[in-house]
């Protein structure tokens, strides 16, 4: 089992920057590939970022060129910087991992952008 644990979350003002941090732990493999999604208001849960454990990136064509998805492989965390958020921004953002068939989700920390 994999336990993973989201923080960071939190009220800014448009324009302004948030860092979400995740940590993984439990029974982690040596290979696994680790994501941020965002669930808004009755949307459909939506794919922010992702990274494999070689450290490859993809973004959301909404969030490419102000967000950053990053990793620790020897802390086991995924951290997800953001940076110009605007409103459209507000969601629950839920960090995933995904090793070998198996798939893993945090609790959820909730991300406000308003003025």
């Known amino acids: 089992q994999v336990q993973l644990v989201e923080s960071g979350g939190g009220l800014v003002q448009p324009g302004g920057s948030l860092r979400l941090s995740c940590a993984a732990s439990g029974r982690l493999l040596s290979i696994y590939n680790m994501f941020w999604y965002r669930q808004a208001p009755g949307k459909q849960r939506e794919l922010v970022a992702s990274?494999?454990?070689?450290?490859?990136?993809n973004y959301a064509d909404s969030v490419k060129g102000r967000f950053t998805i990053s990793r620790d492989n020897a802390k086991n965390t995924v951290s997800l910087q953001m940076n110009m958020l605007k409103p459209e921004d507000t969601a629950v953002y839920y960090c995933n991992l995904v090793q070998v068939l198996a798939a893993y989700w945090g609790q959820g920390t909730q991300v406000t952008v308003a003025s």
């Open positions: 990274i494999t454990s070689s450290g490859s990136t």
